[in-house]
Nanobody, 119 residues
Framework: QVQLVESGGGLVHAGGSLRLSCAAS????????MGWYRQTPGNERELVAT??????RYGDFVKGRFTISRDNAKNALYLHMNSLKAEGTSVYYC??????????????WGQGIQDTVSS
């Protein structure tokens, strides 16, 4: 089992910045991918960004405004969000799965953290 705890959400004005963090704990082995997904009211959960040992991937809507990073020594994940758009409230979820040691590629999710971008 892997536990994920997000932090760093809040309220910001359009054009501002936020930094999200996710701390992973539990049975963590080498070679894993972590990522951020978000859900806005009335919409499905969508990819924000993922990062593996060798690759990063971003959702189309990010368009160079966000940066995902990780600290393997701390099993931590970060998301720096700049130039935020006035899209109201979103819930960001931290995601984790092992790339090698788990053939089922079990997905673990955090509880979610809310951020609101006002105009």
């Amino acid at each position: 089992q892997v536990q994920l705890v997000e932090s760093g959400g809040g309220l910001v004005h359009a054009g501002g910045s936020l930094r999200l963090s996710c701390a992973a704990s539990g049975r963590i082995f080498s070679y894993y991918t972590m990522g951020w997904y978000r859900q806005t009211p009335g919409n499905e959960r969508e990819l924000v960004a993922t990062i593996s040992e060798t690759n990063t991937r971003y959702g189309d809507f990010v368009k160079g405004r966000f940066t995902i990073s990780r600290d393997n020594a701390k099993n931590a994940l970060y998301l720096h969000m700049n130039s935020l758009k006035a899209e109201g409230t979103s819930v960001y979820y931290c995601n984790f799965h092992h790339d090698v040691s788990d053939p089922l590629r079990t997905d673990y999710w955090g509880q979610g953290i809310q951020d609101t971008v006002s105009s």
